[in-house]
């Protein structure tokens, strides 16, 4: 844990004091940023007070004193319920606002780790305001230095090598009349992975034709999975890391048609999400040119606003992106303001999709999904290529 970090992002962020908090090694969040073993015994609950200015506080239960005897700072413990009480009531000095992981009315779930109860005890207790730690969350969780973006250009550029593999072997064997399924590329995507040494995080490529990817996160298994064949819209959807610790994942989709005459609706759908994919890039760059703070919920509007001008706002249903990270859904902002408004800001050093959808369940669906970097020193970097028309497969 790097305290003095910790404490001038709490200064930046005009609050009093960060409090951290878990019960039954629930919230993995906290044991990230404090560099504590999430696999010990926890059957009770702990605090640890840091405020942005001074010593920090460790709250522990008698049962489990040691609990966070590796930080830094004064240890207290309490046994009773009641002492507990007294102890938050006395943890905080003159500091009025204290940030934890909370978000008001759950905008952003993934930062919603402390329940509704230990929220309203810290405020009655303590007499303080609860404000959301989401964007101090961010900097520890989302952001990542050189090392981590030279990783995901690396897993990029393999992923996008294994996708144009998988339309080719698609088309191989159709053209060679031969059977192959849905589950069968997502197997060959799964075992190009392995050999190129990248993990997909324990989960299976989505590889869709037709009315399949209508469920935006379908996944093929033998039973459901059918054949390729002429005339089928295709969708794929992959996401890869290096496996070292801390390498960042890549993560996009490609859509393509098996033969020449690609229906009129399909070609305008791709062409609508496409027009929202590069709205929202385009916003993206505008603003960190002009060194202007950008949070996830206005890349959203203006994505989707494109595709609602070409008539399909009704078939968009989820939100344009996600943070991107360590793990393939990260911590940092979402593109998102349709599911959640998210209020985070957009931060250098940090990754994220874009990846506009249209999906009718009855017939086809269709996604065109790119990742941006923002180096840290501020550049917008899209990284791989870019899709800009449907593949057309032979």
Known sequence: MDLNAIQQAIKEAGFDGWLFYDFHNRNLIDYRILGIDSERMATRRWFYWVPAEGEPIRLVHGVEPSRLDGLPGEKRVYSRWVELHEALGSLFGTARTVAMQYSPLCDI????????????????????????????????????????AESHRRAMHTILAVKDEAYAKIGAAVTAGETLTEYDIARFILDRFEAEGLD???????????????????????????????????????????????SIFADVTWCGFIGQDVPEEYQQMFEAVCAGRDAGVALVRERFAAGELLEGWEVDDVVR??????????????RTGHSIGFEVHGNGAN????????RRTILAGTCFSIEPGIYFTDRRAVRTEIDVLITPEGEVEVVGDIQQELILIP
């Not at 593109?335 to 998210?342: A, L, M, P, Q, V």
């Open 335 to 342: 593109i998102d303001n349709f599911e959640t408004r998210d």
């Open 305 to 318: 606003a494109e595709v609602e001008r070409a008539g399909f706002g009704d078939q968009f249903i989820h």
């Open 200 to 246: 997909a995080g324990g989960h299976v490529p989505i590889v869709g034709v037709d009315g399949h990817p209508a469920d935006p996160h379908f996944e093929p298994t033998e039973e459901n999975a059918v054949p390729f064949a002429r005339d089928q819209c295709v969708l794929i959807d992959l996401w890869a890391r290096e496996k070292a610790p801390t």
């Open 109 to 148: 779930p993934y930062i919603s780790m402390v329940d509704a109860g230990t929220i309203e005890l810290v405020r009655e207790a303590g007499g303080v305001e609860i404000v959301s730690s989401a964007d101090l969350v961010s900097r520890f969780e989302a952001v990542f230095g050189a090392e981590g």
